[in-house]
């Protein structure tokens, strides 16, 4: 199982549990998304800059 689907399954996880502490599960979520797309841009941008 690859690390892309194993954040899958834990998102649909999250989003299937209607117990309380799910709006924390939420943010922490959408907290990882964030910084994953943070991380994306600096890769892009160090290959875009190391490709001229």
């Known amino acids: 199982m690859t690390f892309i689907d194993r ?4 998102g649909r996880s999250l989003f299937a ?3 309380g502490g799910s709006q924390i599960r939420m943010a922490f979520l ?5 910084s994953a797309v943070l991380v994306l841009v600096r890769v892009g941008t160090a ?3 190391a490709a001229h």
């Open 17 to 19: 549990d209607d117990f």
């Open 30 to 34: 959408i907290g990882l998304s964030a």
């Open 7 to 10: 954040a899958f399954a834990f």
């Open 47 to 49: 290959v875009a800059a």
